[in-house]
């Protein structure tokens, strides 16, 4: 993450701590300390310091969110069998992967860069790619493909440990991490609707360490599309396993500078580098209470947000996801926009400057919508229309995506689909005339192939991302219809 100096990481501190005391342990709204000639008294010392312990675990939950959030991507990873280092996985990927906002729109292709033994490489073809470079904290690294420098023509991307002090080569594309273990996140766009294509595109892209460059040897690619994998940190989130999972990075990743108040406030909790995290019961109960506190205040963001610059049309219920444009890491000119950052990482992962600009021929967007025409969330078991306008401003394709609010992922049925897409789905519509598009437990007749299932009992939240966003997509003469309530 970028942060301009440790005064601003001091103001998330303050920030992010504010308004926490009512959430204290035994201490209601507005609940008052007992002082007695200036000392504490009665049961008030223990009081604050749990206070103070709680309000401190929130913060750091919040900020290290992204943190723990990237850990259960490379979990997912690994426990599929893709090792660190050695190799890396493409999919092209269905409801059956779990991980924040996941999409079928393209193919995908992730893994773990450990720069533990030096520079490593990322060899790109001249192809329709997006990817980038994240670092342990979700900080942004680089671009690769049709945002990055590259721009589509192929090209040599270097990726630098935080240390390195070595001679730059001729040649590459280079950004420099600040830690170890990255994430590599690239999606190759399905031209035409040629999925196969798209995954032999990316079978072709080699990364190696720069160790190795005389030589390369690159990282074996695994095919994991028909896998069922769980790449989100959900298990981890609302319990002790979320701060048993920071502690192991702490421990393994160097530190950040401009982190280092967020690191004072890991310690007086009990996790510092090259200490064992062995919290008391005390503790353990004041971290599982913060573990569930932060992951409601970032749903709540994520959600409910009440930041009037979410909205982009006034009289319709979707809303911007990224609500800081142009910025990778959130940053305004007066500070670091904490709701923001908050609203992302609930719901979602990865960043990049590429990801929120709001200009035509951006490479995608993405607007939020979780509430029906009238204000209601969307509930999975009730059925609902949406129609699209034709055509759609986007360049490239569009899709709406539909994600389980539990789990901020692709909803899960039988039906085994959670996308209409553009190049697949809705391939052969017409784009002169209104789209109608439906959602729900039951299919309208005559229209299966534009509805997605959905669970009763479960809410859920829909995506729509327009790839090669024209200028309509931004002047708000082009504008959806609301999710609309009908009868089966």
Do not use: C
């Not at 270097?158 to 830690?179: E, H, I, N, Q």
């Not at 595109?201 to 390369?216: C, F, G, N, Q, W």
């Amino acid at each position: 993450m970028k942060f301009a100096s440790t005064a601003l990481a001091l103001g998330i501190v303050a920030s992010f701590a504010s308004g926490n005391s009512a959430l204290a342990q035994g201490a209601g709204p507005g609940a008052a300390y007992n002082f007695e000639r200036g000392f504490p008294a009665g049961d008030t010392a223990q009081r604050a310091r749990d206070d103070a312990d709680l309000q401190r675990a929130i913060t750091a939950y919040r900020f290290w969110y992204p943190t723990v959030s990237n850990e259960g991507i490379f979990n997912g990873n690994r426990s599929v069998g893709i090792e660190d280092g050695k190799a890396w996985g493409i999919a092209a990927a269905g409801p059956r992967q779990l991980g924040f906002t996941l999409n079928s729109d393209t193919p995908y292709g992730s893994g773990v860069l450990d720069l533990s033994g030096g520079p490593m490489v990322i060899e790109l073809p001249p192809g329709a790619f997006i990817g980038l470079v994240d670092d342990h904290h979700q900080g942004w690294v680089l671009d690769m493909g049709l945002p990055g420098p590259d721009a589509g023509k192929g090209g040599k991307h270097l990726v630098l440990p935080p240390d390195y002090k070595g001679k730059l080569p001729a040649g590459y594309f280079t950004g420099r991490s600040k830690s170890l273990k990255n994430l590599f996140a690239l999606r190759a766009l399905p031209v035409g609707g040629d999925v196969a294509k798209a995954m032999a595109a990316l079978r072709a892209v080699k990364i190696y360490p720069l160790a190795s460059a005389a030589k390369p040897q690159p990282l074996k690619v695994v095919d994991t599309t028909a896998i069922r994998m769980d790449s989100s940190s959900l298990r981890w989130e609302d319990n002790i396993q979320f701060w048993q999972q920071l502690a192991k990075i702490i421990e393994a990743e160097p530190l950040v500078p401009s982190f280092l108040p967020m690191y004072g406030l890991l310690a007086e909790l009990g996790i510092a580098k090259g200490k064992p995290f062995s919290p008391d019961a005390r503790m353990t109960a004041i971290l599982e209470r913060a573990a569930r506190a932060g992951r409601d205040q970032m749903l709540v963001s994520a959600f409910a947000s009440n930041r009037p610059d979410r909205v982009n049309w006034p009289d319709r219920k979707w809303e911007w996801v990224g609500l800081v444009p142009g910025s990778a890491q959130f940053e305004t000119p007066s500070g670091l926009d904490l709701e923001a950052r908050d609203r992302w990482f609930a719901q979602a992962i990865v960043t990049s400057p590429a990801m929120f600009r709001r200009n035509a021929g951006a490479g995608s967007l993405y607007w939020l919508s979780a509430m029906d025409s009238s204000g209601a969330y969307l509930d999975g078991g009730k059925n609902y229309r949406l129609t699209i306008p034709q055509p759609v401003p986007g360049k490239l394709f569009w899709s709406v995506t539909v994600y389980d609010s539990a789990t901020r992922s692709q909803v899960q049925t039988d039906q085994d689909k959670a996308a209409l897409r553009s190049l697949f789905e809705l391939k052969d519509v017409k784009t002169t005339a209104p789209l109608d598009l439906h959602f729900g437990p039951t299919a309208p007749a005559g229209q299966e192939g534009r509805w997605i299932k959905t669970e009763p009992g479960k809410g859920w939240f829909a995506y729509i991302r327009i790839y090669g966003p024209e200028a309509a997509a931004f002047d708000k003469s082009w504008k959806p219809g609301d999710f609309e309530a009908v009868n089966p």
